[in-house]
T-cell receptor, first 117, second 114 residues
Framework: AQTVTQSQPEMSVQEAETVTLSCTYD???????LFWYKQPPSRQMILVIR??????QNATENRFSVNFQKAAKSFSLKISDSQLGDTAMYFC??????????????FGKGTHLIIQP | KAGVTQTPRYLIKTRGQQVTLSCSPI?????VSWYQQTPGQGLQFLFE???????NKGNFPGRFSGRQFSNSRSEMNVSTLELGDSALYLC?????????????FGSGTQLSVL
């Protein structure tokens, strides 16, 4: 089974600043996918970004980018020019290439990100 | 294209009762999975259905069951409710439930067991 660890329960930054959320994971799989999901107060999980482990290039989606370090099993999310609407819980998640099996999508405990005006 | 729809949004039940939650996936998606979210345990995988068959199952007791219909809509049932079943239940759909596919989530059903 794999584990996902998010060591920052809560973070707070000023609007327009850049913030980095940390995530580490542990797995014996060689091929897998990593995700960052955002859960605003509406409770709906929204996919922010996805990274394929076999791709060395870090994924980017507009203001969101990741720093994927496969050897270190680290997958951090960087949010540039943060906006008030970025305030939410952020979850790091893992899925083997073979599918979730009995674990499904494995989530970390989440980081509550607060963007201050 | 409509998103994943979960009904009802809120439910209040008492211990010992049973409950059924519903999930309508995005049109064309054939895989539906369910997750339980609690403050203490976080997000935990319940089960996944594909083409009306349970394909994967998490580590939950048999009181938790589900099914999927031919139109890919899914229901989840919890029997003999316990206080610890109070949680947000999230449903997610994807095209085929393959490892790298993006999961699209609904807004969840908040279940309170009194």
């Amino acid at each position: 089974a794999q584990t996902v660890t998010q060591s920052q329960p809560e973070m707070s930054v000023q609007e327009a600043e850049t913030v980095t959320l940390s995530c580490t994971y542990d797995t014996s799989e060689n091929n897998y996918y990593l995700f960052w999901y955002k859960q605003p107060p509406s409770r709906q999980m929204i996919l922010v970004i996805r990274q394929e482990a076999y791709k060395q290039q870090n994924a980017t989606e507009n203001r969101f980018s990741v720093n994927f370090q496969k050897a270190a099993k680290s997958f951090s999310l960087k949010i540039s020019d943060s906006q008030l609407g970025d305030t939410a819980m952020y979850f790091c998640a893992f899925m083997p290439d073979s599918g979730g099996g009995a674990d499904g999508l494995t989530f970390g405990k989440g980081t509550h990100l607060i963007i201050q005006p | 294209k409509a998103g994943v729809t979960q009904t009802p949004r809120y439910l209040i039940k008492t211990r010992g009762q049973q409950v059924t939650l519903s999930c309508s996936p995005i049109s064309g998606h054939r895989s539906v999975s369910w997750y339980q979210q609690t403050p203490g345990q976080g997000l935990q995988f319940l089960f996944e259905y594909f083409s009306e068959t349970q394909r994967n199952k998490g580590n939950f007791p048999g009181r938790f069951s589900g099914r999927q219909f031919s139109n890919s809509r899914s229901e989840m049932n919890v029997s003999t409710l316990e206080l610890g079943d109070s949680a947000l239940y999230l449903c997610a759909s994807s095209l085929a439930g393959l490892g790298g596919e993006k999961l699209f989530f609904g807004s969840g059903t908040q279940l309170s067991v009194l």
